[in-house]
T-cell receptor, first 108, second 116 residues
Framework: LAKTTQPISMDSYEGQEVNITCSHN???????ITWYQQFPSQGPRFIIQGYKTKVTNEVASLFIPADRKSSTLSLPRVSLSDTAVYYC?????????FGAGTRLTVKP | GAVVSQHPSRVICKSGTSVKIECRSLDFQATTMFWYRQFPKQSLMLMATSNEGSKATYEQGVEKDKFLINHASLTLSTLTVTSAHPEDSSFYIC????????????FGEGSRLTVL
C-alpha cells in the first residue's frame, strides 16, 4: 500500500495556475496515480490518471518524475468553482484508499 | 461517461432501525464496488470491498454484522446499516469499477444518513 502525503490546504486566486504535489515514496511497479476532486456533499470526481511522465486532458495535467515517488497535479487558470478537496490515490485496481487530500480555496 | 447512482441521497431514521443504501452502475457492469464513509471535514474511509457473487471484504475496525453488504448482481450493491445509532450518522459513498477498466473508479453521489 503506497501511502500518500499531500499539503493539507492551499490558497490561490482566480486565473492562477495551481500545482498540488503528492508524495508516494513506496509506490509499487503496478501502481497507477489517480487524482480526484470532491465538492462538499458529493462523491469524488475523476480528474486524471497517469503512470509515468506527463498526462494532459481538458481540465488538468499530471506530471510524474522518472522515479515516480511523487506526482504533481496542475490546474491551469483556476476559477472559484475549482474550490474543492483534491485527493491523490496511488495503488492498483484493488486498493483504493484515500489519503487526507488537499483543500484548495480559490479566492476572487 | 459511466454513471453510478446511489439511493437514497438523504435518509433520516430513528435510533435502532436499519437503513439500506443502494449503489447501482447504470451503464456498465461492475464486478467490484467499494463502500466509503466520510465524516465532516475528513477524508473518505474505505469500509469494504464488495465483489459480485461473494462475501465482501471489510477493512479493519469495520463491523461486518453492523454494515451488511450485498453485491448480488453486476450492477447493484447494497449497504445496510443495522440497528443504527447517532454515531453512524455520516456520508456514505460507493464507487464501482467497469469490468474492462484499468483502474478508474466511478463514484456515486453519496448518501447522507442522519440517525436521531
Amino acid at each position: 500500500l503506497a501511502k500518500t502525503t499531500q499539503p493539507i490546504s492551499m490558497d490561490s486566486y482566480e486565473g492562477q495556475e495551481v500545482n498540488i504535489t503528492c508524495s508516494h515514496n513506496n509506490i509499487a511497479t503496478n501502481d497507477y496515480i489517480t487524482w480526484y476532486q470532491q465538492f462538499p456533499s458529493q462523491g469524488p470526481r475523476f480528474i486524471i490518471q497517469g503512470y509515468k511522465t506527463k498526462v494532459t486532458n481538458e481540465v488538468a495535467s499530471l506530471f510524474i518524475p522518472a522515479d515516480r515517488k511523487s506526482s504533481t497535479l496542475s490546474l491551469p487558470r483556476v476559477s472559484l468553482s475549482d474550490t474543492a478537496v483534491y485527493y491523490c490515490l496511488v495503488g492498483d485496481t484493488d486498493d483504493m484508499r484515500f489519503g487526507a487530500g488537499t483543500r484548495l480555496t480559490v479566492k476572487p | 461517461g459511466a454513471v453510478v447512482s446511489q439511493h437514497p441521497s438523504r435518509v433520516i431514521c430513528k435510533s435502532g432501525t436499519s437503513v439500506k443504501i443502494e449503489c447501482r452502475s447504470l451503464d456498465f457492469q461492475a464486478t467490484t464496488m467499494f463502500w466509503y464513509r466520510q465524516f465532516p471535514k475528513q477524508s473518505l474511509m474505505l469500509m469494504a470491498t464488495s465483489n459480485e457473487g461473494s462475501k465482501a471484504t471489510y477493512e479493519q475496525g469495520v463491523e461486518k454484522d453492523k454494515f451488511l453488504i450485498n453485491h448480488a448482481s453486476l450492477t447493484l450493491s447494497t449497504l445496510t446499516v443495522t440497528s443504527a445509532h447517532p454515531e453512524d450518522s455520516s456520508f456514505y459513498i460507493c464507487s464501482a469499477r467497469d469490468q474492462g477498466d484499468t483502474g478508474e473508479l466511478f463514484f456515486g453521489e453519496g448518501s447522507r444518513l442522519t440517525v436521531l
